[in-house]
């Protein structure tokens, strides 16, 4: 069976960076990409990018461009998701997505269990 | 990429149906097909309930159902159950290689 298990809840600085893990396990890890979702407390859903699994290759929403960096280790099934220069409003919970195939375009079948990432001084 | 537009909220009765509304543009919906609904019950990570626009995963009740037509997506629940109850999310995949969601619609079963 497919599982996303997410790295543990955080507290970070304004102006820090901060790397999200999602281990994925019970399915062929370079033949799905892996989207990143977050949700600030109260909020909606917030697409943030893609990771090409296969090619560590990646597309971010134009909002995170500058300062958003997904990556994956093919080695031990794990993506990541890696912002920096971070303000209050980048707390909330972050989550990883499998998509059903190996494009962009295809829908997220499977979600991690999310991490709260908060940024307070 | 402006979010996709959902009602906020929407209600019906034990038994009765409920369509939440999901507007896009030329740029996502009305181009594509890669349309899906997400359920999140509160504090729970979101679960796929309808793909490619009409299409639902196993284990998904025949209640629910989808559509499309032109820029807009719906999603159509019959046989309201208090189950049912929670957030809802729409998204598309759009022409910038990205995807969009919807500010998400609250479900009520009153």
């Known amino acids: 069976q497919v599982h996303l298990v997410q790295s543990g809840a955080e507290v970070q600085k304004p102006g820090a960076s901060v790397k999200v893990s999602c281990k994925a396990s019970g399915y062929t890890f370079t033949g799905h990409y892996i989207h990143w979702v977050r949700q600030a407390p109260g909020q909606g859903l917030e697409w943030m990018g893609w990771?090409?699994?296969?090619?560590?290759?990646?597309h971010y929403a134009q909002n995170f461009q500058d300062r958003v960096t997904m990556t994956r280790d093919s080695s031990i099934s794990t993506a990541y998701m890696q912002l920096s220069r971070l303000t209050s409003d980048d707390t909330a919970v972050y989550y990883c997505a499998r998509a059903f195939g190996g494009n962009a375009y295809y829908y997220f079948d499977y979600w991690g269990q999310g991490t709260l990432i908060t940024v307070s001084s | 990429q402006s979010a996709l537009t959902q009602p906020p909220s929407v209600s019906g009765s034990p038994g009765q149906s409920v369509t939440i509304s999901c507007t896009g543009s030329t740029n996502d919906i009305a181009k594509y097909n890669h349309v899906s609904w997400y359920q999140q019950p509160p504090g729970t990570a979101p679960k796929l309930m309808i793909y490619?626009?009409?299409n639902r995963p196993s284990g998904v009740p025949d209640r629910f159902s989808g559509s499309k037509s032109g820029n807009t997506a719906s999603l159509t629940i019959s046989g309201l159950q208090a189950e049912d109850e929670g957030d809802y999310y729409c998204?598309?995949?759009?022409?910038?290689?990205?995807?969009?969601f919807g500010g998400g619609t609250k479900l009520s079963v009153l």
């Open positions: 998204t598309s995949y759009t022409t910038s290689n990205t995807w969009v």
């Open positions: 990771t090409n699994t296969n090619s560590n290759t990646a």
């Open positions: 490619e626009v009409s």
